[in-house]
């Protein structure tokens, strides 16, 4: 069955960097978008960014453009998102999520930026 994984959230302070990884099983990145949301307390949950399953074109939402960038590894079947000079406002728990007939989502992996 469809599966998704997060991992490598933690504690990082302001202006350092952190890498998530999303591992799917169950079915092959490379057919589905893949995207990150994330979602602060108190706050909606909001898209944060996109890769198509072509692997050939991302979108960003526009308070992390410049900062993360989204990947991934089609012989590990993992999708990542690089975040660089965080901010505290990044605090949030992120998911892996993607649509196979239905949306998937991971258990989520939290981040928080705090000095």
């Known amino acids: 069955q469809v599966q998704l994984v997060e991992s490598g959230g933690g504690l990082v302070q302001p202006g350092g960097s952190l890498r998530l990884s999303c591992a799917a099983s169950?079915?092959?990145?490379?057919?589905?978008?893949m995207n990150w949301y994330r979602q602060a307390p108190g706050k909606e949950r909001e898209l944060v960014a996109t890769?198509?399953?072509?692997?050939?074109?991302?979108n960003y939402g526009d308070s992390v453009k410049g900062r993360f960038t989204i990947s991934r590894d089609n012989a590990k079947n993992t999708v990542y998102l690089q975040m660089n000079n965080l901010k505290p406002e990044d605090t949030a728990v992120y998911y892996c999520?993607?649509?196979?007939?239905?949306?998937?989502w991971g258990q989520g992996t939290q981040v928080t930026v705090s000095s």
């Open positions: 999520n993607t649509r196979v007939r239905v949306p998937f």
């Open positions: 169950g079915f092959t990145v490379t057919r589905y978008a």
């Open positions: 890769i198509t399953s072509a692997g050939s074109s991302t």
